[in-house]
């Protein structure tokens, strides 16, 4: 079974400043998803930006980043010029792509990692 | 944009008591789910839905639990004998229209069910 794990319960930035998240996972298979979700006040589960595994170029939304090291297994966030709207929970979350079309397309998420920006 | 809705926002319930949570997945998505999250924990999957029948559930998904799609637009999901331990959010989630390979999953508000 997969395992995501996020060994920062909360993290905090200043206004304008970088910030990085940490994530690391578990997983024998070669072939999967990763992904960043953000869970406001509001409490709906929002993507931030997703990886595929087979991609060796890390993704990149506006000024959210990722680092993708496979080989270690770990799949951190980058948030630059972070902004008051970036305080959240951000969960990361793990999906097989070994199931083609019908095959297992549940997430696994971490325990997040509660995201305060400092004005 | 299309979006996943989910009714109703905050139920409350007694022990006991059945209750069925209700959702529109996104209309061209074929695959849909069911997630929990208990307060201050992380987010669990608990089922997921294609072809008109479960492709996967957890242990957490036990008797008590059932989902359907009676419509062929509305998901819900069903607790027949609600426990104090039911207590949570109930996340639902659709994903994968026909003929696309994205894999992002589309989550609605959520629920928020508090069993007394």
């Known amino acids: 079974a997969q395992t995501v794990t996020q060994s920062q319960p909360e993290m905090s930035v200043q206004e304008a400043e970088t910030v990085t998240l940490s994530c690391t996972y578990d997983?024998?298979?070669?072939?999967?998803?990763l992904f960043w979700y953000k869970q406001p006040p509001s409490r709906q589960m929002i993507l931030v930006i997703r990886q595929e595994a087979y991609k060796q170029q890390n993704a990149t939304e506006n000024r959210f980043s990722v680092n993708f090291q496979k080989a270690a297994k770990s799949f951190s966030l980058k948030i630059s010029d972070s902004q008051l709207g970036d305080a959240a929970m951000y969960f990361c979350?793990?999906?097989?792509?070994?199931?083609?079309?019908?095959?297992?397309?549940?997430?696994?998420f971490g325990t997040g990692t509660r995201l305060t920006i400092i004005p | 944009e299309p979006e996943v809705t989910q009714t109703p926002s905050h139920q409350v319930t007694q022990m006991g008591q059945e209750v069925i949570l209700r959702c529109v997945p996104i209309?061209?998505?074929?695959?849909f789910y069911w997630y929990r999250q208990i307060l201050g924990q992380k987010v669990e999957f608990l089922v997921s839905?294609?072809?008109?029948?479960?492709?996967?559930k957890s242990e957490i998904f036990d008797d008590q639990f059932s989902v359907e799609r009676p419509d062929g637009s509305n998901f819900t999901l069903k607790i027949r004998s609600t426990k104090l331990e039911d207590s949570a959010m109930y996340f639902c989630?659709?994903?994968?229209?026909?003929?696309?390979?994205?894999?992002?999953?589309?989550f609605g508000q959520g629920t928020r069910l508090t069993v007394v």
């Open positions: 209309s061209n998505h074929l695959y």
């Open positions: 839905f294609y072809n008109n029948e479960i492709s996967e």
């Open positions: 997983t024998s298979e070669s072939d999967y998803y």
């Open positions: 979350a793990y999906r097989s792509a070994e199931g083609g079309n019908f095959g297992n397309e549940k997430l696994t």
């Open positions: 989630a659709s994903g994968r229209a026909l003929g696309q390979f994205n894999t992002e999953a589309f």
